[in-house]
T-cell receptor
Framework: DVKVTQSSRYLVKRTGEKVFLECVQDMDHENMFWYRQDPGLGLRLIYFSYDVKMKEKGDIPEGYSVSREKKERFSLILESASTNQTSMYLC?????????????FGPGTRLTVT | EDKVVQSPLSLVVHEGDTVTLNCSYEVTNFRSLLWYKQEKKAPTFLFMLTSSGIEKKSGRLSSILDKKELFSILNITATQTGDSAIYLCAVGGKGNEKLTFGTGTRLTIIP
């Protein structure tokens, strides 16, 4: 079974802090994604990566950056956390060799910025 | 820009009822439509519908895809309290690894 893990389930940070969210997948997937999920807005794509050191902006990249130094690990960075970044963050992975790019999700990190 | 609209946004029914969740979409070069179930954790995959597979069924859950009218429905019969969750619909286009998600339908089953 594909396993996607995220470094924290719950995280509380202060405004202005630098925040790192880590995601690791164990199925050698090429693609990795970071979403945020907010009530009434669904899942919105922040960044995604097709390969190591490759990244592309999603729909809402402002205030975020990412890093993918190894194939299995995709990090989301909040350079200076703000209260409007309080949200549930979901990581996912997929592979183009799998039929139709089904995405597998991690358990999520609920981030609160105070 | 790809777009997915789910309805209703929320639904409350009694155990044993049948429910129908709706998903309409706009996508360039349709590849697939996926349904996920999300309880208090990661979304879990339910169904994938493509041009070659427009109807899927698993136990009490079934889904169909209407490529002409650009919508899909997810049916759940004889609902149980364990069916309470957010149901997410997503679509993908050919040559594009991204998925576009709808806002989800929050389903609550009352015992």
């Amino acid at each position: 079974d594909v396993k996607v893990t995220q470094s924290s389930r719950y995280l509380v940070k202060r405004t202005g802090e630098k925040v790192f969210l880590e995601c690791v997948q164990d199925m050698d997937h090429e693609n990795m994604f970071w979403y945020r999920q907010d009530p009434g807005l669904g899942l919105r794509l922040i960044y995604f990566s097709y390969d190591v050191k490759m990244k592309e902006k999603g729909d809402i990249p402002e205030g975020y950056s990412v890093s993918r130094e190894k194939k299995e690990r995709f990090s989301l960075i909040l350079e200076s956390a703000s209260t409007n970044q309080t949200s549930m963050y979901l990581c996912a992975s997929s592979s183009p060799v799998l039929a139709d790019y089904e995405q597998y999700f991690g358990p999520g990190t609920r981030l609160t910025v105070t | 820009e790809d777009k997915v609209v789910q309805s209703p946004l929320s639904l409350v029914v009694h155990e044993g009822d049948t429910v129908t969740l709706n998903c309409s979409y706009e996508v360039t070069n349709f590849r697939s439509l996926l349904w996920y179930k999300q309880e208090k954790k990661a979304p879990t995959f339910l169904f994938m519908l493509t041009s070659s597979g427009i109807e899927k069924k698993s136990g009490r859950l079934s889904s169909i895809l209407d490529k002409k009218e650009l919508f899909s429905i997810l049916n759940i019969t004889a609902t149980q309290t364990g069916d309470s969750a957010i149901y997410l619909c997503a679509v993908g286009g050919k040559g594009n690894e991204k998925l576009t998600f709808g806002t989800g339908t929050r389903l609550t089953i009352i015992p």
